[in-house]
């Protein structure tokens, strides 16, 4: 079995916190081992889960497209060399970073090697967790040409949703199969306003659920401490797991 999950949604709605939510949850009923992927240019998904890492993709990349006239290595071997050492791994799951997109220049021949590899290395891991920015273009340029569940993160207001409601869309006119789509309104002090339910009923948009807006989660931010310090009674953590158990099913 196995089970592709992806998250966006525009900056501070969360959704790196539920990125790493999901990685906790999937590990806690033993579906491992998981691949955690940070596609947002604003990597801060290892933080999220403690880990650190030296090496992102985009590193591997940017070698690859200036590596000319060296004749000992293929840069198909480079590229899977860099890769691996791309890759930092946990008990239960595994941390890769995307990097920064791409600058100036012809990217082609370097994307082409970097999707083969990718696609060779991800199938190791039966469970993926890929956090991604609002814009998904280089993600459905370089990684999942698939996903087996998508959330759109945002909060509750009208601006936040109007925004979710932009990567909603973006996600059908992007080259990505995705079996299911959801939306978690995050961050969510007191009810959802009538206005903003209205916009989900008429697009439609399936909303997962609703978590609320937790103090614990920003100060465990403040203090660079990971998400899984804070204990499943936590409100928000209950709200996320429960959202999991309802759609992350196989």
């Not at 596609?39 to 880990?51: I, K, T």
């Amino acid at each position: 079995m196995s089970l592709i999950v992806g998250m966006a949604g525009k900056g501070g709605t969360g959704k790196t916190t539920l990125a790493g939510m999901a990685v906790r949850y999937l590990s806690k009923v033993g579906k491992v081992p998981i691949l955690a992927v940070d596609a947002d240019s604003n990597a801060n998904l290892a933080d999220v889960l403690g880990m650190t890492y030296d090496r992102t993709l985009s590193d591997a990349r940017e070698e690859m497209k200036t590596t000319v006239g060296d004749v000992s290595i293929t840069k198909d071997t480079l590229i899977e060399m860099r890769t691996q050492e791309a890759i930092v791994e946990g008990d239960d799951f595994d941390l890769v970073v995307m990097g920064q997109p791409e600058g100036s220049g012809c990217y082609c021949a370097a994307n082409a090697v970097l999707s083969g590899v990718l696609d060779k290395t991800f199938k190791n891991y039966p469970y993926q967790v890929i956090d991604n920015e609002a814009g998904m273009e280089h993600i459905s340029r370089l990684t999942a040409k698939y996903m087996d569940v998508f959330y759109v993160v945002s909060d509750a207001s009208r601006r936040g949703l109007t925004a979710a409601l932009r990567i909603w869309r973006l996600v059908d006119e992007l080259k990505i199969t995705i079996r299911h789509k959801y939306l978690i309104l995050n961050r969510n002090r007191g009810g959802v306003p009538d206005e903003v339910m209205a916009i989900i009923n008429e697009e439609p948009m399936d909303l997962a659920g609703v978590i609320p807006d937790d103090p614990a989660i920003y100060d465990t931010d403040q203090k660079g401490e990971p998400t899984s310090v804070l204990s499943e009674d936590n409100p928000a953590v209950a709200a996320a797991m429960a959202i999991f158990a309802k759609t992350l099913v196989e």
